[in-house]
């Protein structure tokens, strides 16, 4: 075969090769994307993380305390959680004398102060109040916040015979929110008045009350009547919020109504 034709028939298989479609496992190999990220162009510095920077350390040390009081009362303490630079621990409503006064007499805890007892509502949770009390520790310069939960007829318990401070507190719990704090030694109402209706600040409670409050000059005093929010009627034709009662009526005087200067007298 003379080598012209040996060449053309080469050159025929290499075009027909080169033509054929790529194998799947090929193209994976020669198709693979680079997934390197591309560098940005700014060259400000973006602003810092304040939980990875500022309150790295801090979490870090409230997790290890968190974890050494749930070793300690792994009977009473359910969880705990830190935020920040904040530790809360979760328990049920039989737990709040034994922890508190754990976390008031322990060495490691010394919370001998009560900064604060509040209350909050969640009407869709079957236990709709929380309760939290927030302590202090004067000696190891911390705080640490407990939570409990409780319904509207489910009694928590006092934490007066522990904190004196706590009384007011949870007179104003009792007040706002209707928790009843059992063993109290004068839960009463300590904001609204005595024959007040209903807890303000539960969700439930509408913004106008169920009534309202006035001095009556003739009984010289003050005087409970229910709410009534009346309303003047009005003709709406929802034609346009600014023509509500049709074109109305003129009643400025001859004296003040405009002059043409066309027709005044010269």
Known sequence: MPTMSVFRICSR????????????SRRQVHSTPNLRASTPPFTEPTSPNLTLTKYAEAAESL????????????KYIQQFSVLKDELTL?????????????LRDHSQCQFKSVVDISGVDFPERDKRFEVVYHLLSVKHAGRIRVKTYASETDPVPSATSLFRGADWYEREAWDLFGIFFKDHPDLR?????????GHPLRKDFPLTGYSEIRYDEESKRVVYEPLQMTQAFRNFESLSPWEQIGEGTEHTPESLKRVDPGTMKK
């Open 63 to 74: 997790h290890s305390y968190g974890a050494y009081l749930l070793q300690c009362l792994p």
């Open 13 to 24: 298989g290499a075009r027909l090769l080169r033509s054929a479609p790529v194998s799947a």
């Open 90 to 102: 979760y328990l049920a409503p039989s737990a709040v004398v034994p922890v508190l006064t754990f």
């Open 189 to 197: 109402r300590i904001l609204t008045d005595y024959g007040f209706e």
